[in-house]
């Protein structure tokens, strides 16, 4: 130390000052009567008060703490100063000698005669000076900072909150019963990745007792993906409705790409669409770029259904088309979303088709609900605790004996 510039106290005063000043922090100092005995000027700017103004002051009083002045009481006399972050902090520091940091104080203050509401960061360290005890307390005004943290939060919470809005739609848009039907028996399961997703499916029983199933998985997440949903299958119903006697797979996909150009939602879908005819012994279907669904015939064997064509929403690039295959006593229908086969575990492995079918050939003549958990299990295990970064939604139908 001897080597510095500072060559006698006058000069090491006179430094240490200049650095006191140019702190971007407010520092002042409090004897052992919590009176301020000095500030810098970052203090002077907060607080609107210069160094002969707070000298001798009570801390509260000094730093304009609404409760001493609206009350006209000293700093320490009142309820509230018990509870009070920067006075705990300084009689710890003087009886205890202990520092403190890192202290949020949020509270309302009198400057300039206005009442302003500031979040200050608190800290507070114990110094000997001429041996007289005092306490240095920092001061670093992050109201804006908080300000924005907290207009951040609550936009987050009303996010959270349409999201639960989008979600309880999005619930009330799938089957909420299964169908009470003589020939058929129905299980599914749906786990959107986040509260809501782009998948979406239903089971309609029509009048003559045919059954139709759909199933659709908007691309993305979120509350865009959940609206367009929601809009789907509206549409779905209205044309459900209107051709309830002439009803066809495929006519559903063409109407459907006329009125979803990709460029209106910014989206596209994949989808499947099903009709089951208990009487013809019959499953009549048309895809869209959707996983092929799977047939799991009585005698055991496993066929996927191929017939398929581009998404929804890319101008039927690839013409759509349907095709009817046998559906007798004992055959399964399984549709699926791509988050079944391309889910990823901590390996970056695909789940993929193979898997699928090896769990599907294992489990002839299992109910639908049977079916439908024994690959969610399958699909859980393989994950390796890795959360799904899709919806899971599998859909299983059994032409009963």
Not at 71 to 87: N, P
Not at 127 to 135: A, E, G, K, L, T
Request: hydrophobic content about 40%; charged content about 25%.
């Amino acid at each position: 130390m001897s080597e510095l510039w500072l060559e006698n106290s006058l000069e090491a005063n006179t430094f240490l000052n200049a650095l006191f000043n140019h702190l971007n922090s407010a520092v002042f100092v409090v004897d052992q009567e919590a009176r301020v005995r000095q500030v810098n000027q970052v203090f002077e700017k907060i607080f609107a008060k210069s160094e002969a103004e707070v000298e001798g002051q009570l801390c509260g009083n000094a730093i304009g703490c609404i409760f001493p002045l609206t009350a006209g009481k000293d700093c320490g006399t009142l309820k509230e100063c018990e509870t009070c972050l920067i006075r705990d902090a300084i009689v710890k520091a003087l009886t205890e000698k202990i520092s403190s940091s890192g202290q949020l104080i949020s509270r309302s203050f009198i400057i300039s005669g206005e009442t302003i509401n500031k979040h200050l960061l608190i800290a507070v360290k114990y110094i000997s000076f001429n041996q007289r005890d005092m306490v240095v307390i920092i001061v670093d005004d992050i109201t804006e900072t908080e300000t924005r943290k907290q207009l951040i939060e609550e936009r987050q919470r009303l996010i959270e909150k349409d999201l639960e809005a989008a979600a309880g739609i999005q619930h009330s848009l799938l089957p909420q019963s299964c169908p009470e039907h003589k020939s058929f028996t129905f299980a599914w399961k749906y786990e959107p990745c986040i509260s809501v997703g782009g998948d979406i499916f239903n089971l309609i029983k029509f009048e003559d007792g045919k059954v139709f199933a759909y199933m659709v998985d908007v691309s993305g997440h979120g509350v865009q993906a959940a609206l367009v949903t929601v809009s789907i299958t509206q549409r779905i119903q209205q044309y459900i409705h209107n051709h309830q006697d002439n009803f066809s797979p495929c006519g559903l996909l063409k109407t459907l790409d006329n009125e979803y150009p990709m460029d209106r939602f910014d989206a596209y879908f994949t989808m499947t669409s099903l009709l089951l005819d208990d009487k013809q012994h019959e499953l009549t279907y048309a895809s869209a770029g959707h996983p092929a669904p799977l047939i799991l015939n009585a005698e055991g064997s496993l066929r996927p259904l191929t017939e398929g064509a581009a998404p929804i929403g890319m101008g039927g690039i690839v013409p759509f088309t349907e095709k009817s295959v046998p559906f007798m006593p004992g055959d399964t229908v399984l549709c699926y979303t791509d988050g079944i086969n391309e889910f990823v575990n901590h390996k970056d492995e695909m789940f993929g088709f193979d898997r699928l079918h090896k769990v599907v050939d294992k489990l002839q003549g299992s109910d639908p609900d049977e079916l439908i958990e024994a690959i969610y299990r399958q699909v859980i295990s393989f994950s390796e605790g890795r959360e799904a970064e899709d919806d899971i939604t599998m859909l299983a139908i059994k032409r009963l004996p």
